[in-house]
């Protein structure tokens, strides 16, 4: 089992509507999270990151994490076109401060 | 702003060659990381540094070797370029659990 695990989509959203992003980690990853976003040909940008149980909202975004079953997805309120990107969940490991585990990524694509 | 800084945005090498990727941060991170992206294997954690002259092996070292000399640069060597080492190579700094990347190096080896 992959320590981070995403779907790869493409995730196809209509503008404007709730896009959706789940990510489930293994026992190895640690209990910091984050989302990163990146557009194609570009290096990937951080946009979110948690580290408790919960909701964490900073503008249209909205991080969930759910340590007891061990996955954390991402909202993305009235989407917009410029939010179709390739979306990474990133976990930090146990064994090693400061070192992530990264997901395959899953990739949006907004519709006018 | 944090600046990590990649000395080549494309390169182009042979099978065999020795290749140096260099990357420079600006921010006295202590931290560094060398990932590859592939398709559909997202990214793969290298090597990474967390000091001067410290350096772990990640999750995919074969065929790779780092070097770091100074605490702002952190090189990648490939001793003997292959193709199926033909990929996108990030690198990273961090400031505690926040990674800052370079814009890549899409490397092909023909």
């Known amino acids: 089992q992959k320590e981070v695990e995403q779907n790869s989509g493409p995730l196809s959203v209509p503008e404007g509507a709730i896009a959706s992003l789940n990510c489930t980690y293994s026992?190895?990853?640690?209990?910091?999270f984050f989302w990163y976003r990146q557009y194609s040909g570009k290096s990937p940008e951080l946009i979110m990151s948690?580290?408790?149980?919960g909701d964490k909202e900073d503008g249209r975004f909205t991080a969930q994490l759910n340590k007891a079953s061990q996955y954390v997805s991402l909202l993305i309120r009235d989407s917009q076109p410029s939010d179709s990107a390739t979306y990474l969940c990133?976990?930090?490991?146990?064994?090693?401060?400061?070192?992530?585990?990264f997901g395959a990524g899953t990739q949006v694509v907004v519709t006018p | 702003d944090v600046k990590v800084t990649q000395s080549s945005r494309y390169l182009v090498k042979r099978t065999g060659e020795k290749v140096f990727l260099e990357c420079v941060q600006d921010?006295?991170?202590?931290?560094m990381f060398w990932y590859r992206q592939d398709p559909g294997l997202g990214l793969r954690l290298i090597y990474f540094?967390?000091?001067?002259?410290?350096?772990e092996k990640g999750d995919i070292p074969e065929g790779y070797s780092v070097s770091r000399e100074k605490k702002e640069r952190f090189s990648l060597i490939l001793e003997s370029a292959s193709t199926n080492q033909t990929s996108m190579y990030l690198c990273?700094?961090?400031?505690?659990?926040?990674?800052?990347f370079g814009a890549g190096t899409r490397l092909s080896v023909l």
């Open positions: 990273a700094s961090s400031s505690a659990d926040r990674v800052f």
């Open positions: 026992d190895r990853v640690s209990q910091s």
């Open positions: 948690i580290y408790s149980n």
């Open positions: 990133a976990g930090g490991t146990t064994d090693s401060w400061g070192k992530l585990q």
């Open positions: 921010m006295d991170h202590e931290n």
């Open positions: 540094s967390y000091d001067v002259k410290m350096k």
